[in-house]
């Protein structure tokens, strides 16, 4: 195992192009079918060699005062999953610390954690020299969290069981978003909490993958795509924020083409036809109702990668 100064690795966020729920099993855990696409919005860790049994973060960026800087942070529950995977004799010899700098909105419904636990389990371990292959990161990714898994892997992906069992899937590229982050947060559990109520005493399907949306991918037609793009889970995050159904109203007013609140909500993500229109669609919406910040991203892109690598000493 060789010894590095420090590791930088990058993570994209995500969208969910079709997120499609089945019913809750005994776990609480619900039964997916999506389609993930990675897009060009990151957060970068850092980590630094740490005292063995030291685990620590410092969280910077966009929104960090919401992000905790003890134990809890998703990134060093990674460091800590990686190292038990590999054998908790190693452990007392190892520790990290780990600086997150954050521009994925905080509980935003982008994978903004999830992105931290993956870029963390990378850059751990490279950092520490175990050389673990993507399958074996993936495998502890899965533990941490559902959408850990496709963060390492990017590009567009179908998920099924939590969202965690990958499959590749066939993309166009270049798709061009307008992310609209909306005013406050929202608990993904709440999110799926809420969605059970308002199915309560329904039957409920397993849930598949829609072909029309393979199909729309493939064609490269952001018409096509945006008319396909479904999230399960929209009605119960405008349930418990009211205001959204409002910013929905007033983007579908604008353009109607593809609009749909990203995973858990509450951001709020637009396809635009191609990167001017993205650019219209911005300015279009910078004064959306209850809208804090505009952003634009395109993808797919590549999951979790090393940008620095550091000194190896
Ligand atoms: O897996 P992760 O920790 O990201 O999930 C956050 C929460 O989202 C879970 O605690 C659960 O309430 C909900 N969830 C779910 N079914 C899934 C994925 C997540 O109910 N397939």
């Not at 899965?142 to 898994?149: C, E, L, N, T, Y």
């Amino acid at each position: 195992m060789g010894s590095r100064s420090s590791v930088t690795v990058r993570a994209p966020a995500k969208i969910n192009l079709q997120l499609s729920v089945g019913a809750p099993a005994e776990d609480g855990y619900h039964d997916l079918a999506t389609v993930f696409q990675a897009v060009d919005l990151y957060d970068e860790v850092t980590a630094t060699p740490a005292p063995g049994g030291q685990f620590t973060v410092e969280v910077t960026g966009t929104d960090a005062a919401r992000v905790p800087d003890d134990g809890s942070n998703l990134a060093v529950r990674a460091a800590r999953a990686l190292l038990h995977a590999v054998g908790p004799e190693t452990a007392p010899r190892l520790g990290v610390h780990l600086h997150v700098r954050k521009r994925i909105p905080v509980a935003g419904g982008m994978a903004g954690g999830s992105a931290d636990a993956a870029a963390a389990l990378l850059a751990c371990d490279t950092l520490w020299g175990l050389d673990l292959d993507r399958a074996q990161l993936s495998e502890v990714a899965s533990r941490i969290g559902s959408d850990v898994p496709f963060s390492l892997l990017g590009g567009t992906a179908v998920g099924m069981g939590r969202g965690e069992r990958l499959t590749p899937a066939l993309s166009r590229t270049g798709w061009h978003w307008v992310l609209l982050v909306a005013d406050g947060e929202l608990s993904t559990p709440a999110v799926y909490g809420e969605l059970d109520r308002l199915r309560a005493g329904r039957v409920l399907v397993e849930p598949r993958v829609s072909e029309p949306l393979m199909q729309a991918l493939r064609s490269g037609e952001a018409s096509r795509l945006g008319r396909t793009l479904h999230n399960d889970l929209q009605p119960a995050a405008v349930s418990l924020r009211p205001e959204l159904d409002m910013l929905l109203e007033h983007v579908e007013a604008v353009s109607p083409a593809g609009v749909l609140v990203s995973g858990s909500g509450p951001t709020v993500a637009v396809l635009a036809e191609d990167e001017p229109h993205a650019g219209e669609l911005a300015v279009a919406l910078a004064d959306a109702p209850g809208v804090s910040r505009v952003l634009r991203a395109s993808g797919p892109v590549p999951g979790c990668r090393v940008v620095d690598p550091g000194v190896r000493s």
